[in-house]
């Protein structure tokens, strides 16, 4: 069972920066695909990026593309989103998920556990 812990999230101005983390607990971190999801008031959960076991394959939204970049490093098990120009419909709560198998998973239903999430609001 692996447990997710985020941290990074803030308030910042439109245009500004963030950095995410997720601190995955257990050996069987880097065996698995990892993706970032976010959730807006009112809106579904949406899966924003995901990455493979290794890293080297990763995928985002339209809306983000250019702007986040998801990564990881399986030594400190820790998972990364790090979000540059930030728009006001970026504010969100952002939570980080585990996949079934070593992935990019771009399909929701391929993730099986979830943090307990981090809010980032942008102000314009």
């Known amino acids: 069972q692996v447990v997710l812990v985020e941290s990074g999230g803030g308030l910042v101005q439109a245009g500004g920066s963030l950095r995410l983390s997720c601190a995955a607990s257990?050996?069987?971190?880097?065996?698995?695909?990892m993706g970032w999801f976010r959730q807006a008031p009112g809106k579904e959960r949406e899966l924003v990026a995901a990455?493979?076991?290794?890293?080297?394959?990763?995928s985002y939204i339209d809306s983000v593309k250019g702007r986040f970049t998801i990564s990881r490093d399986n030594a400190k098990n820790t998972l990364y989103l790090q979000m540059n120009n930030l728009k006001p419909e970026d504010t969100a709560v952002y939570y980080c998920?585990?996949?079934?198998?070593?992935?990019?998973?771009?399909?929701?239903?391929?993730?099986?556990?979830w943090g307990q999430g981090t809010q980032v609001t942008v102000s314009s």
């Open positions: 998920a585990k996949g079934r198998w070593s992935g990019p998973l771009n399909n929701a239903r391929d993730y099986d556990s």
């Open positions: 257990g050996r069987t971190f880097s065996v698995y695909g």
């Open positions: 990455i493979n076991w290794n890293g080297g394959s990763t």
